[in-house]
């Protein structure tokens, strides 16, 4: 009896689940027709032959143009003022008045600094008088010796008299004078070294002047550029206390020797220096330009990409294609943020072009423009920004946004 209910249940079992076997094969393959289905839209949609692409990365192009370029000598030098010194003393005194202040711009014959001169004065007065008196008495003996009541070396010592008085009358009324120190010439004033009532002995420093405008800044170069070398030649100057100005000079001098050492020679160049920003002691970044000139093919040194393995530049190969629109969401195809600047300054190049990786040999470096010796062709245009994101054969859309700036007349470092 218990074997017949084993196998009734056993059989009613095993066709229950062939029945699920096969309603769930069935629904598998309705999913599968479905799935079909749908992609096969889809790929009818799209095109078969139609690759997957990278959207394009917006750039900035420049033009390699020809430039005339003229020879630069670069050296290092530092300001020298037209006239320098240390004011000092020439007398002994006391201070009585000082007439000016520390850093301030004097002109010639400027009082500085007035020494007491009372018992000078006093002296002079008496001399003056000394000698008034020799010189009545040498009237009277010449209107003796006429008379023949004197001698004619009475007279002649009266006279010598008279003289003696004068010249020491002289010599007082100069030691007066130098107690009174003025600026030998215009200038600027250093630090003050006195004080009132200060005793000064000869020689001792009272300020510091030097002349500024103009000033004088003093290099040296090879010898082998001595014959190309001459007064007149413009000079270029950069101090690291203003590094984004540049102050404009030439050459006055000229060294007639070059050093048996070095096998340099020493030149002087003249600034200006109207502002008075120069000042002396200051080291010079200096660029003399020589007079002959020469054509060379020029980029933006942001566009050359520089690595271990050469120089290279991204070519913009001429392409068709209108660029594509931005989305809603404020970014491009290629993910990067919307800039009203970038989407406006797509205008007038709307096209889609290609570029080209291309190795090149570079030149001699002017502030911002690289010489490019080989690899660019005059009027090809090469990324300028952006190309970090490039590779061969990229596409690009064209953007004006960057305005490139212009050519720096002294270059700021490698």
Do not use: C
């Not at 009545?136 to 010592?157: G, I, M, P, T």
């Not at 943020?337 to 096209?351: E, L, T």
């Not at 010796?373 to 990229?394: E, F, I, N, T, W």
């Amino acid at each position: 009896m218990a074997r017949r209910l084993a196998h009734e249940t056993e059989s009613a079992f095993g066709r229950g689940g062939r029945w699920r076997i096969l309603v769930g094969l069935a629904v598998l393959a309705v999913l599968a027709l479905v799935a079909y289905w749908l992609w096969s839209q889809i790929v009818g949609k799209r095109g078969p032959a139609e690759p997957f692409e990278i959207p394009p990365v917006t750039v900035t192009a420049a033009r390699a143009e020809p430039e005339i370029w003229r020879t630069e000598l670069d050296a290092i030098g530092n300001l020298v003022a037209v006239h320098g010194v240390q004011v000092t003393t020439e007398v002994a005194g006391m201070v009585e008045t000082i007439g000016f202040e520390s850093g301030a711009e004097v002109e010639q014959g400027a009082t500085l600094v007035q020494f007491k001169t009372d018992v000078d004065l006093a002296r002079l007065e008496r001399l003056e008088a000394e000698a008034e008196q020799a010189r009545r008495d040498l009237a009277r003996f010449r209107e003796l010796a006429q008379r023949r009541f004197v001698s004619q070396s009475e007279r002649e010592q009266a006279a010598t008299r008279v003289e003696t008085f004068e010249a020491q009358v002289r010599e007082q009324r100069v030691l007066i004078g130098k107690k009174r120190i003025e600026a030998p010439f215009s200038g600027v004033l250093g630090l003050r070294y006195v004080n009132l009532g200060q005793y000064l002995e000869p020689g001792q420093a009272v300020v510091d002047l030097q002349s500024i405008a103009p000033i004088y800044t003093d290099f040296t170069l090879p010898g082998r550029h001595y014959g190309v070398i001459g007064p007149g030649l413009p000079v270029r100057v950069r101090v690291d206390a203003y590094p984004d100005q540049v102050f404009e000079g030439e050459i006055s001098a000229v060294s007639p020797q070059i050093d048996r050492e070095t096998h340099n020679f020493s030149v002087r160049a003249m600034l200006p220096n109207h502002e008075r920003l120069l000042r002396p002691g200051m080291f010079t970044d200096v660029v003399v330009t020589l007079p002959d000139e020469r054509r060379v093919l020029a980029v933006p040194n942001t566009a050359i990409s520089y690595s271990p393995y050469g120089d290279v530049v991204f070519v913009i190969r001429e392409g068709g294609g209108a660029a594509p629109a931005l989305p809603a969401g404020g970014a491009d195809d290629s993910g990067n943020p919307d800039d009203s600047a970038v989407s406006s300054a797509r205008a007038p190049d709307q096209r889609i072009h290609r570029v080209q990786r291309v190795f090149v040999t570079t030149g001699e470096r002017r502030g911002l423009r690289v010489e490019i010796l080989k690899g660019v062709a005059p009027g090809d245009r090469v990324v300028a920004s952006g190309q970090l994101k490039l590779s061969d054969g990229a596409r690009v859309l064209i953007s004006d946004r960057d305005v490139l700036p212009e050519v720096d007349p002294i270059p700021k470092g490698p």
